[in-house]
């Protein structure tokens, strides 16, 4: 089959030369030429085989007026030679042209045997051609016959070929284009684009109504060329040319077309149509410069209170996320629609300002604008982010009032809204009532449980999307396989594994850095490096995901060659990928290797992020350099609005870790006073420092300042840091008295904090109860047996701490011997 093709495409060259060399298609065989990718062979056949239709009447009609030789009506052969002339110029002929030429003399002075001879020679020229023709015909047959498809036939006329018997007048060429351009039909566009090539007929006028067609049918390299060719465009041109390239993503080359357009001074002046795509084009480019050029021409020009160019303008200025200069111009604006409103809400949110989102919404309704689609879809994920429960619930209301839930789109909005204010409850009620769901609302429904920890309910999701043939996409099933990590679900994650690798989606970026992370959670590092040796090395996410595995696998030298081999390999680390490493470096407490990190990214420039500081800060924290860890701390001021409560927990733990109790109570109320809210982490820090460094009386005041004012974030972590901070004075009845005022049961690390205590201080009664709770609660930790063996052996207390250790032997427990390392100063750096 390959063969007979290539044998046709092959005599179709042939063919096309040899009607070139006898006079066929020589004006326009270069042109023909630049189409011929699209138009051969059907467009020349379709051509050709008009001309043939029209010639062989005429000569049939000549040669039956000329078989009698003494009654010749020389009169219908000079009708028929005029005609014949005609058709043969439509094409270009001009070899059969100069025989018309002849044979009309021969008629006007009625030489019967020379009209004869030229007529013999038309009809040789034409029997010729068509010999090849048919030929072409009937190598098509046969592939045909074998099964092979061509995409056209050969010899299939077009309606508008069939009809032009005579061409076109500008006005025709120009109506039909309209038409094509309106339908989108890309095919008729080409076929007509031919017959005015063919035609003869390409004009100004027509180029440009072809380049504006080709544009809106989204033909970019027709359109492209077209428009490059054309000596003097219109605005018509221009706003079609820019529409197209702004749609396609092709900014760069739309701003160069404006400016091309501008150029032409008052020849071309943009109007209130160019504008709204040019300020697009910049706000994708995020040229702010640039978009402050476009503003000002707009304000020169009599387009700056147009509706739709301060629309366009809007959205420009919240890309850049210029949020203030886009309130401006919303603030001056005297007719504003929906869109300007919409516009506004979306931008204040993709900015992060959602206070301000709420503020224009409710201005919006208090204004009387009804809302529409887009209204909700930007709303409600407002809400979602501020946890607004009560302003979600009267969106909802408003959607069900004017009927504005018809979309799915609001309805996806609407289930992710309440998965993010944690109603798992309504978000599933709104879910099963959606008389329509896609891919998309399963699977915010589905990251919605395994956000809650519900892998069971997840993995029962994902079987009846599947069951009502909605296929899960690559975010449906990274979501699933993050889930069975989190939960420990190896087998699983490992079924997820395998239907990926049957559905051919394995090799998706997502799905293997989720692969890499569940198998590392469960521990099984060796199923980690084989999904990575079969990922893509390309692209950052398997990179960050193996070296996390590692570090949460306590392979942090791995980890650390690992990044060594990414930059070896010119992969591009990304903030995700240093956050996953510089626990790695806080495991080693190296100094040396910590600068050189610290090197490292000042000179790539991510030290400018926050997650990379607070990381830094941590890591010199544990090398015991509190210095630098402070240095850094005071430096991030400079580059960021604020420090968030992540930053000021990482220098009160390091404080906290090494002691220093005062500087720890320093910096908490400094970040109190800074107006940052502590969290539970925070607190834990600050009350371990102080318990580290004798500070109860501090210790204590901090507490009661956490249950006056921050109640709800006491957790038993916090209990046990009191109940160490008084077991370590001695207070042991005090620490026993907060135990049973807790409000929830004592976990074993409470217990723990005070047998600790007890056998600090050879507390047998308050030891003996303490471990009574934990042979309860932990029946099956060897520390606890010890513990209460060890304050019998300081008592004398000998048989008692003999019936210990046979309680252990009984449970079949044995006490692991400790080890330590030492490691040798390495060469190796970062």
């Not at 100004?204 to 504006?212: A, F, K, P, R, Y």
Request: charged residues 20%; hydrophobic residues 40%.
């Amino acid at each position: 089959m390959d063969t007979l093709i290539a044998q046709l495409q092959r005599q179709f060259r042939d063919y096309t030369i040899s009607l070139y060399h006898q006079g066929f298609l020589d004006d326009q065989f270069t042109e023909l030429k630049k189409l011929q990718d699209e138009c051969s062979p059907d467009f020349v056949a379709e051509v050709v085989t008009l001309f043939f239709e029209d010639c062989e009447k005429l000569i049939s009609n000549m040669a039956r007026a000329l078989d009698q030789a003494g009654n010749v009506d020389f009169k219908l052969v000079g009708s028929s030679v005029h005609q014949l002339k005609g058709s043969s110029s439509s094409v270009g002929a001009k070899r059969v042209k100069g025989l018309c030429i002849t044979l009309k003399e021969c008629c006007d002075s009625q030489n019967y045997e020379g009209c004869v001879r030229c007529l013999q020679q038309v009809d040789i020229e034409y029997k010729t051609l068509k010999a090849k023709l048919q030929d072409l015909f009937n190598l098509e047959q046969q592939i045909v016959q074998a099964g092979g498809r061509i995409p056209q036939s050969f010899f299939q006329m077009s309606e508008v070929l069939r009809r032009a018997k005579k061409a076109l007048s500008v006005k025709q060429y120009q109506s039909l284009l309209n038409h094509y351009a309106a339908t989108q039909s890309i095919s008729k566009t080409k076929a007509l684009h031919c017959h005015v090539i063919t035609g003869g007929r390409l004009s100004g006028h027509i180029l440009s109504t072809l380049s504006v067609t080709y544009a809106l049918c989204g033909h970019i390299a027709y359109a492209r060329k077209l428009f490059e060719e054309m000596p003097q465009s219109s605005l018509l041109s221009y706003n079609i040319v820019i529409r197209m390239y702004v749609r396609d993503g092709l900014y760069h080359d739309a701003i160069n077309v404006f400016i091309r357009m501008v150029s032409e001074g008052i020849k071309c002046v943009p109007d209130g149509y160019t504008y709204p795509f040019v300020a697009k084009a910049a706000g994708e480019l995020k040229s702010i410069s640039l978009g402050l050029v476009i503003h000002g021409r707009i304000l020169r020009s009599w387009f700056g209170m147009d509706k739709y160019v301060q629309n366009a303008l809007l959205a420009m200025y919240m890309n850049f996320g210029r949020v203030e200069m886009a309130r401006n111009v919303f603030d001056v604006m005297k007719n504003r629609d929906v869109i300007s409103w919409n516009t506004m809400i979306s931008g204040y949110y993709r900015n992060g300002y959602m206070n301000d989102a709420l503020m224009m919404f409710d201005w919006m309704v208090n204004e009387g604008v009804d809302p529409d689609h887009a209204t909700i879809v930007s709303m409600l994920p407002v809400c979602g982010h501020l946890k607004g429960l009560e302003m979600g619930r009267n969106v909802h209301k408003l959607v069900e009032e004017k009927r504005l839930g018809d979309k799915i789109e609001v309805k996806n909005a609407l289930v992710n809204m309440y998965l993010k204010c944690g109603r798992m409850d309504e978000a599933r009620f709104v879910f099963d009532r959606m008389e329509r769901r896609d891919v998309i609302t399963w699977t915010c429904m589905i990251n919605g449980y395994t956000e809650d920890g519900d892998v069971e309910n997840a993995l029962e999701l994902c079987r009846l999307m599947q069951f009502e043939g909605v296929r899960p996409n690559a975010v449906t099933i990274s979501s699933l396989v993050s889930a069975c990590g989190d939960a420990l679900k190896l087998n699983d994650g490992k079924c997820l594994h395998g239907w990926a690798i049957r559905q051919k989606v394995c090799s998706d970026i997502i799905i293997e850095t989720s692969l890499i992370s569940m198998y590392a959670k469960c521990k099984r590092i060796d199923l980690c490096f084989r999904v990575f040796s079969g990922a893509s090395r390309n692209h950052t996410g398997p990179w960050s995901a193996i070296i996390a595995g590692c570090v949460q696998n306590e392979l942090v030298r791995d980890a650390l060659d690992l990044f060594k081999r990414m930059r070896r390999e010119d992969v591009e680390p990304n903030i995700a990928t240093l956050n996953s490493l510089l626990p790695a470096y806080a495991t080693l407490a190296d100094l040396r290797q910590t600068m050189n990190i610290h090197c490292y990214l000042t000179k790539t420039g991510f030290m400018s992020s926050l997650d990379a500081a607070t990381g830094l800060v941590h890591v010199y924290s544990k090398c015991g350099t509190l210095e630098s860890a402070h240095k850094i701390f005071n430096g991030i001021q400079e580059k960021h609005k604020s420090k968030d409560v992540v930053l000021w927990g990482a220098l009160i733990s390091g404080y906290g870790m090494h002691g220093d109790g005062h500087n720890a109570l320093q910096v908490f109320m400094e970040m109190v006073r800074s107006g940052v809210t502590p969290n539970e982490i925070t607190f834990t820090s600050a009350l371990n420092a102080c318990s580290h460094s004798g500070l109860v009386e501090e210790g204590l005041t901090l507490f009661s300042f956490m249950l006056e004012h921050y109640k709800t974030l006491a957790r038993s972590n916090h209990y046990t840091c009191i109940v160490d901070l008084l077991g370590r004075a001695g207070r042991l009845d005090e620490a026993y008295n907060l135990i049973t005022t807790i409000p929830f049961e004592p976990t074993s690390t409470i217990w723990g904090a005070l047998l600790a205590a007890c056998v600090t201080h050879e507390n047998v009664q308050l030891g003996e109860m303490a471990a009574n709770k934990l042979f309860e609660l932990e029946p099956q930790s060897t520390g606890n047996y010890v513990l209460l063996a060890n304050i019998y052996a300081a008592l004398g207390r000998w048989k008692d701490m003999e019936k210990v250790r046979n309680m252990m032997e009984n449970v079949g427990l044995t006490k692991k011997p400790g080890h330590s390392t030492i490691e040798f100063r390495s060469n190796s750096s970062c």
